[in-house]
């Protein structure tokens, strides 16, 4: 499971979270009884696992995780956004980890995700997420997915292929400045005089 700590860098370093799946592949909670060691697994746990929020919530169900696992995300590459921070962080996941419920994802099978990233990464994303989202304690923001929706962003043809291969170089150096000045001329922007 890739947390929010492992993307602290601007790339993935997984700090060996795991995540014991309760759900079968069809979405629905596993019946302990077909799953002997499993069911002694949690049972040990019962205690620590009880006294999470969504365990007080439904207590028959005390060993359910708060969102169900999705197997095609996990092997999906795709774009982790930690959901407090100060500015901008998208991180690329290769594909191989789930996302814990405070890092959103975004995939897509249009658009190259290092130059997407590098938009996400860019002074007009933040922007964006400024006009729309939660301002928390200490100005930090939520980069919630209703936000980074809101976030317009040029379709993937309309981006020339120079214009792409320094986004990427932006996005992989976590060179702000640089993603800020290829987004501005994506989006037409000029910049502001002195």
């Known amino acids: 499971m ?47 696992l009880s006294e999470r929020h969504v365990a007080k919530k439904n207590p028959a169900r005390w060993h359910k995780t708060i969102d169900k696992v999705d197997h095609a995300v996990t092997v999906r590459p795709k774009l982790l956004v930690p959901d407090i921070k100060g500015y901008a962080h998208p991180v690329l996941d290769e594909g191989g980890f ?36 939660v301002r928390m304690h200490n100005g930090y923001l939520r980069f919630q ?27 992989e150096n976590r060179d702000v400045d640089a993603a800020t000045e290829i987004a501005m001329d994506l989006y037409g922007i000029e910049a502001v005089p002195d």
């Open 2 to 48: 890739a947390m929010a700590k492992d993307t602290m860098t601007g790339s993935l370093r997984w700090g060996g979270t795991y995540l014991v799946n309760p759900w079968e592949r069809d979405g629905s909670l596993v019946d302990l009884e077909k799953y002997p060691k499993l069911r002694r697994y949690f049972e040990r746990n019962e205690r620590i």
């Open 145 to 171: 997915a209703q936000y980074l929706r809101r976030i317009r962003v040029p379709s993937p043809g309309d981006i020339r292929p120079d214009q792409a291969e320094a986004m990427r170089r932006a996005f």
């Open 98 to 133: 789930h996302p814990h419920h405070n890092l959103y994802h975004v995939t897509s099978d249009g658009w190259d995700l290092r130059v997407l990233g590098g938009i996400l990464l860019s002074r007009v994303s933040q922007f964006f997420i400024e006009c729309y989202a």
